[in-house]
Every structure is written in C-alpha cells, then in structure tokens.
C-alpha cells in the first residue's frame, strides 16, 4: 500500500498551516524536499494539491502562502426548524458498528471483515485491467452489466433443484451494495404505513431502511434456528402483512442459520399469504462448517426477492451487489432504482466481476474459511475462559460474529462504555431489535480485529462484568 | 482500450453454444486455440469465465459440455397484484436520453458527452493509482474522503465574495451522482405530500426523484434568462412551498443562465420565505461564453443546498458528486443518504480526487470548453440551414444541449419517430415538463454524436418538419 511522499508531504504542510498566520510564507521547494527527501517534482506535486485544497495559494515569481482565511461569523440556521417541520422519524444516528475508533484500540464492534480476509491481490488487478476498458469512461446499462447479471443467476441457478424454474440474468438487478437495495423494496414493495414482518433480532440496517421507508415494523421471535414457522404465520394472520424480511443464513447478529424445515415452511407459509419472502443472503461466501444455502432457487413464482452483495467478501470499495426479482415486483423495484440512482459504476462492476471468474477466487473462499473458523473458534474459547459471564448460545456455522448474553440485569451500555475506556469496542446489542430488547446482548466481531488480542479483548470483557 | 482475446472467445463461443443443443460438446481447447489465433491458457481461461456464467459445464477427463437447461414453464406472477397494490405514482419509464441506440443512427438524444470529451488518460492513470492504495480494499467514512470534501468546499469558498462565510469540508457530503442527492433532499428536506417550486421546463431526473418522494410539483416558468422573480415570489405566496429545485447555470434543456439581478433576487425571495434554494449545478465544468456563477457561495445562512457532480465532466464510471448542506438539513440528508446507501466507493472517490487536483484538468477543460464550443456552433448553423423550422430562441452560452422549438401544432411524437426511422435520435420535449408542455419542443444535444454527421442529421429532421 502506497503511502507516497507526496501524501506524506501534504499531510506534513497541513498540519503545519493550520498552525500558521494566513498570509505566511511556505518554506521554499528546496527546504521541503530536503526535510521529506523527496524530489522537488513531488514536492511541487504536494504544493499544487494543498493549492487545489485551497490551502495556499502561490503567486508567481513571489512564492506560495497560506491562503486568508474568510472572517467567520456564526451562521443562523434557525430559521430551518420551521421550513423542515418534526422529524419523519427518529433521527437515525450512525450505528455503533460504523465508528471509526483508535488504532490502538481491540475493535469487536466493526461489520466488516479485515483487510487480510479480503483477496486483495485479485482486487488490485482487477481494478488495474477495469481502468484501461470502456468501462473506465462509459454509463453502464440501468440494470447492470449483462455479464455480471448472468453470473450472479447462474449461482442461483447452480442451486436450483430439478423442475424448478430459474430467475434470469433479465431478473437480477445489480445495485450498489444490499443498503439501497433494501431501501428501493421495502419502499416499492412493502410501501409506507403498511407491516412488515422482520425478526428480532435483525441487522440494524434494514430496520433503518424500513424506517426511512415509513415501514410499520412487526417483530418475528427468531435465534440460532431461526423463527419457529408457526410464529411467522400468525403474525401473517394478525398484521396482514405481505412481506418478511429474514436473513435464512449466518444470521447477523446471531450468526443462525435456518433448519431445511423451516425454510420449507416458511416458503410454504409465504405462498399461502400471497407475500414476499425478503432474503438477505448477506453472508453468502461467509459460511465455515455450512454453506449458505438461500431460498431463492425453491421459488418458482417470484415470492422471493433475493439480495446478495459482494462488499464483504470482495472489497467494501467494490460496493456491487445483485437484487433478484420477478414479476411486476421487479419493474417497481427498477423503477424506484432508476429514480434513486440510475445505474452502477461500470467499472466496479467490471472488476467485480473479473475477480469473482477468477480461478483464485475459489481458492480465496476456500482460505477465508479456513481463517474465520481459527478466528471464531479462538475468540469463542477466549470469552469462555475469560468472560464466562457472558453466554454464547451455539458456535455459529458462519457470518462474522459472536451474539453474547450478559447476565441479567446488565446495564449494556455500561459494559461499552467501560470496555472502551480500557481499550476494547464491543458493539451493544440493542441496535438489532426492532422493539425492546429480549435481553442484554453484546456483539463480538471476530472477523475485523487482530486475533492475537483476543485473549486480552475477552479479559477485559470479563473483569467488566466482574465488576456488575 | 483493450478487447482481448480471452473476451473475444467468450464472446464467439456464446453466440455458438446459444444455438447449441444442451450436452453438446464444446470444441477442443486445442481447436479454439487454432480458430482464434489464441494461447491455450487464453482459451483455458475464456472456458473458466463461460462456466462462471453457467453456460458449460466441465467433466475432468472427459470435456466440457454446454449446460443442460432446465424446463421453462411459464411462471405465474398474478399473484403479486394483490400483494403490490396500486403503483403510488405513475410507472416511471426510463428517459428517451437513457436509451441505447444502433451505432449506426445519429443520437442527438443522449444527456451525456462523448468519450472524446472526457479526460480519459487522466481517469485511466488516476484509476490505476488508487487501485494500488488502501482506496482499494477499505470502506469509506459516511460523508465522504475527507480531502474530496475539502476540495468541493475550498471550489465553493473561491466564489464567496468578502464577508460571505463560506461552506465547509464538513458541510460538503461526497454522493454517488446528483440524482441520489436530489432524491434525499426531496425526502428529507421537503417531504412528501408538501410543495416544491421547480422550473418549467426542466430536468426530467429531477421530477423523477420528486416523483418518487411524492412531493407535489409547482412549476414556474423558466427560459433563457430563467425565471421571472415576481413569478417565484407568487408561487412562494400561493402554494406555501419552502423550497425552489432549480439549474440557475446552463439549465437542462433550455441552456438558459440567469442574470446576475435574477440570481440576488430569487435568493431574496427565498430568505424572505423562509425557503431552500436547491441548486443543480450540473454543468459547473460545461461553460462555453461563460463561467457557471453559483449562487451557493452568496448564502451565508444554509438557505442554499448545493449539488454539483463530476459524473458528466470526468467519467459516467466515476460517479461522484458533492452536496452542500448546512444546519439541520445536513443532518437529515447524511441521516438518509446513511439509510440509503451507507457511504460511497472509496476507490472512485480517491480516483476523482487524483483527476480533479492533476495539473493536465484545468488543461482539459480548456479544451473541452472549445471542443463544445465547435460542435454547438456546427449543430445550430446546421439546424439553422437545413432545418429552419425547428427554432432555437438563442445560443446556449454552456451545457450539451439545444432547445427547438417546433412549429405550433406540430406532433412531436411523430417528429421523434420518423426521424428515428431515417437514423436521427432527438428527445422529445415533453419529458422535460413539470405539466403540458407549453409548446412543441425537441432537444438537441451537441456533445454526444460524431460532429461530422450534424448536417446531415439536421437534414433529416429538416425534412421530416417539412412533411408534417
């Protein structure tokens, strides 16, 4: 990873002008290139991009000086509080696992697996070929390109069993990450003010979306077999819903993953309602003692509307996923696309799909399961050793994450808060309820930190709660 | 731009194995290999990407075989209209600008430039950096890479006039394109079932997002020197709206600039009525006779929200744009933009950054500036000349587009198809209108089709105009 001298030099000078008077002369390109031991080209590369910031400014033939900066006068913005009216919604505050905390701290907390778990070697390349195609400088087609559409439903077709009717390449939309895709169903799906039937607990994520939707949340008891198949159809019955949003597979956060009967049952339960089975296959690459194995390929009629996304197991600046939809569901989820977005990045999509046709690509997942099994099964004995006040209910078969119950009565915020003050981030189980949580539960990450300190994250998990 | 070898057999063997029966056996790598001149690990490799797509199927030591298909039967989707319900808004359609045409026609149609008008050696290297930094395989912080935000912010602070606080990095959020800005701000900030002023005519994606946030429209006429003020006061009075969607700079389609004394007072109007100004400056890189004059950098106090996207001056492929927001509404755009879509690609937005801050951009676009010059001078002498009857009410002084209007009574749909029978693509004018259209108009883009061909696409639509 190129950290250049250029970025260095920038990063260098930013610093010092923003403790320095406006007007101040920049040391001249000879002293910089003597401090940094860069060539004077780089350095006057670093001075034309601090120009570019609107840093400095130079003056020809005089030198280069930190820019005036403008008298500030504090702006009023109360005028706003009437033309904006209350809030749709509560205001949606950035979820915990999204923070960005200290290099030295143990993060638990992230969504997100670790650089080492990426196959970074393919991205690179990938990316390096996409840049010299069309795809670098053309519009790409409002569904996808063709090619990647084909391979995201040859996979669901590879699943399928016999007699069993196949989405298309035509039936798969390829979107930028699961997000909008949630966002795009349940506003074009589901609808504002009409049920939705989700379980609790979900991921935090498409509770966000639901609500940005104006969705009305009804909550599904579910955990390491997911929901019991006789709940979901009653709160079909009483709520009229005609959608559930489930994760079947590696269920974030508590990492279940559905028996075949329930699926079956739950499929049979969604015909019957004449509803949508909403998938989120998030973790499809990310299984270790099981694959995945999603619904979609047993849904003949176009019950099930599929997401798979390739942030975490190709790259989350790769942001490419594909949304799986029949019937007429697929032309309002285009159509709501098309007003929110219009199309995808040709040239992610490109690499995105040069990475996953590659034959490393196979021998990449196959290394991945490999890590995350070491990762889970390491941090799961460190708690059980060092934290054995916080329960884990069963080894989850894949995803990237541990579901904890703390002893009850635990103030869970309290557990955070005290972890982060000795420098390990657990995120708090009450962002994944629709409703009041059943319980204190935190949620360990084993995918994302160094597994060298989990020993050491789970001490100090456990002296936190020794001390309840 | 390299079409390799290994995409032109996937390509050659496609078209063979679609009119293949399923099971038939793929020719020999050794007999590919002769047939197109390739290396057998190229053949090899264009095998594993057709078994990617699911099209063959490989047994070892023995060959490789196109892929059984399952039996089609018709799948039944009735079911979905009860679950659906009624559309909340009529289907939105994709735009006459979006389609793709044969490559021998004539598209006048398109809203977006040649490739010859990009700069395409700067995407290319830029891409290539950063497919080498951490870009590549991080996600990127929710409003954006914070030295892309300091770059719109410090373009922004650069037009503030003495005393006027500029917008900051922190008021500057990094979006994938104007359109997802624009259907966030029409949900978080105006609401649906609430008024929005909006020119007529105007950009169709604009009404598109409203559409969807289920905001009502109130136009307001608009033309080559925009909107009368007086106008805009009385609709503000009128229809209690406290907000105004406009394109002030180059305005899409009419090309229109407002005046300077337009500018202050609608910004006026706005203040007194306590209202946003939206403002697309869509064509901020696109002047011709002049410079785009936002009017962003003249609100001290957040009545204007910004948007300004490099999507149509750098590469349809790198999608990024810039919202400025500040006040409350920046909280309620990040808090959707978070809920629709979580952050945007790292990668392209490192790679815009790397283009927007080279030395050869401002070069690029000096030279595009007369590269549009040209062509919309050629496009409109031979409108004038061999299609006098389409009118064009003045010389847009920046954008990509002409603006004719058609002689009274004239059909425009059939203008639009017998042009296109005779290889000239022209969008229809009605897809700019908020309501009926106030005459009969086509638009005329002069950034997209091979200049050479001008005079005799006005030759065309001359003698279709003179047959109505």
Same mark, same amino acid.
């Given at each position: 990873m190129n950290q250049d001298s250029t970025a260095r030099i920038v990063a260098g000078l930013t610093t010092w002008i923003a403790a320095a008077p406006p007007g101040a002369r920049v040391p001249s390109t000879r002293t910089i290139s003597a401090q940094y031991g860069a060539s004077p080209v780089t350095v006057q590369k670093a001075m034309r991009r601090l120009g570019a910031l609107g840093l400095v400014e130079s003056r020809p033939g005089v030198g280069t000086f930190v820019r005036a900066v403008r008298s500030i006068r504090p702006a009023d913005?109360? *005028?706003q509080a009437s033309a904006l009216g =209350? #809030?749709?919604?509560r205001t949606s505050a950035l %979820? %915990? $696992?999204?923070r960005a905390v200290s290099p030295d701290a143990i993060g638990l907390h992230s969504g997100y697996p670790a650089v080492e778990l990426l196959p970074e070697r393919l991205i690179r390349q990938a990316l390096a070929r996409a840049a010299r195609t069309d795809a670098a400088v053309t519009r790409a087609p409002a569904a996808g390109l063709p090619d990647l559409q084909a391979w995201f439903a040859a996979e669901l077709a590879a699943a399928a069993p016999a007699g069993v009717t196949s989405a298309t390449a035509r039936d798969t939309l390829v979107i930028a990450g699961s997000q909008s895709g949630l966002s795009s169903i349940f506003r074009a799906v589901v609808g504002p003010g009409r049920p939705l039937l989700i379980e609790s607990p979900t991921y935090w994520g498409a509770m966000l979306a639901a609500e940005q939707a104006g969705v009305v949340l009804v909550p599904v008891a579910s955990g390491s077999q997911g929901p019991d198949p006789d709940d979901v159809e009653r709160a079909f019955a009483e709520s009229g819903a005609r959608a559930f949003y489930a994760q #079947?597979?590696? =269920?974030? #956060? $508590? !990492?279940g993953q559905w028996p075949q009967a329930t699926s079956q049952a739950v499929l049979e339960t969604v015909r019957r309602h004449g509803a949508f089975l909403i998938e989120d &296959? *998030? =973790?499809?690459?990310? !299984? @270790?003692d099981a694959d995945s194995q999603p @619904? =979609? #390929?047993?849904? &003949?009629? !176009?019950h099930v509307i599929y997401l798979r996304s390739l942030t975490k197991s190709v790259s989350p600046a790769l942001r490419v996923a594909a949304l799986v939809a029949r019937g007429p569901a697929r032309e309002r989820i285009l159509g709501d696309r098309a007003a929110e977005s219009m199309y995808v990045s040709g040239l992610l999509q490109a690499a995105a799909l040069d990475v996953v046709t590659q034959p490393g690509w196979r021998t990449h997942l196959r290394a991945v399961r490999e890590q995350l099994r070491a990762r889970r099964d390491l941090l799961l004995a460190a708690v059980e050793e060092h934290a054995p006040q916080a329960f884990i209910g069963g080894r989850p078969r894949g995803g990237l994450n541990l579901w904890a119950r703390l002893p009850e009565g635990t103030d869970v915020a309290r557990v955070v808060r005290d972890c982060e003050s000795r420098g390990v981030i657990v995120a708090p189980g009450t962002e994944w309820f629709p409703a009041e949580p059943s319980g204190p539960f935190v949620r360990l990450n084993y995918a994302s930190a160094d597994p060298s300190r989990f020993t050491e994250a789970a001490g100090i998990l456990g002296g936190v709660l020794g001390e309840s």
């Amino acid at each position: 990873m190129n950290q250049d001298s250029t970025a260095r030099i920038v990063a260098g000078l930013t610093t010092w002008i923003a403790a320095a008077p406006p007007g101040a002369r920049v040391p001249s390109t000879r002293t910089i290139s003597a401090q940094y031991g860069a060539s004077p080209v780089t350095v006057q590369k670093a001075m034309r991009r601090l120009g570019a910031l609107g840093l400095v400014e130079s003056r020809p033939g005089v030198g280069t000086f930190v820019r005036a900066v403008r008298s500030i006068r504090p702006a009023d913005h109360g *005028w706003q509080a009437s033309a904006l009216g =209350a #809030p749709p919604n509560r205001t949606s505050a950035l %979820s %915990s $696992t999204q923070r960005a905390v200290s290099p030295d701290a143990i993060g638990l907390h992230s969504g997100y697996p670790a650089v080492e778990l990426l196959p970074e070697r393919l991205i690179r390349q990938a990316l390096a070929r996409a840049a010299r195609t069309d795809a670098a400088v053309t519009r790409a087609p409002a569904a996808g390109l063709p090619d990647l559409q084909a391979w995201f439903a040859a996979e669901l077709a590879a699943a399928a069993p016999a007699g069993v009717t196949s989405a298309t390449a035509r039936d798969t939309l390829v979107i930028a990450g699961s997000q909008s895709g949630l966002s795009s169903i349940f506003r074009a799906v589901v609808g504002p003010g009409r049920p939705l039937l989700i379980e609790s607990p979900t991921y935090w994520g498409a509770m966000l979306a639901a609500e940005q939707a104006g969705v009305v949340l009804v909550p599904v008891a579910s955990g390491s077999q997911g929901p019991d198949p006789d709940d979901v159809e009653r709160a079909f019955a009483e709520s009229g819903a005609r959608a559930f949003y489930a994760q #079947p597979n590696f =269920a974030n #956060p $508590t !990492g279940g993953q559905w028996p075949q009967a329930t699926s079956q049952a739950v499929l049979e339960t969604v015909r019957r309602h004449g509803a949508f089975l909403i998938e989120d &296959d *998030w =973790a499809h690459d990310l !299984g @270790i003692d099981a694959d995945s194995q999603p @619904i =979609a #390929p047993f849904d &003949d009629d !176009g019950h099930v509307i599929y997401l798979r996304s390739l942030t975490k197991s190709v790259s989350p600046a790769l942001r490419v996923a594909a949304l799986v939809a029949r019937g007429p569901a697929r032309e309002r989820i285009l159509g709501d696309r098309a007003a929110e977005s219009m199309y995808v990045s040709g040239l992610l999509q490109a690499a995105a799909l040069d990475v996953v046709t590659q034959p490393g690509w196979r021998t990449h997942l196959r290394a991945v399961r490999e890590q995350l099994r070491a990762r889970r099964d390491l941090l799961l004995a460190a708690v059980e050793e060092h934290a054995p006040q916080a329960f884990i209910g069963g080894r989850p078969r894949g995803g990237l994450n541990l579901w904890a119950r703390l002893p009850e009565g635990t103030d869970v915020a309290r557990v955070v808060r005290d972890c982060e003050s000795r420098g390990v981030i657990v995120a708090p189980g009450t962002e994944w309820f629709p409703a009041e949580p059943s319980g204190p539960f935190v949620r360990l990450n084993y995918a994302s930190a160094d597994p060298s300190r989990f020993t050491e994250a789970a001490g100090i998990l456990g002296g936190v709660l020794g001390e309840s």
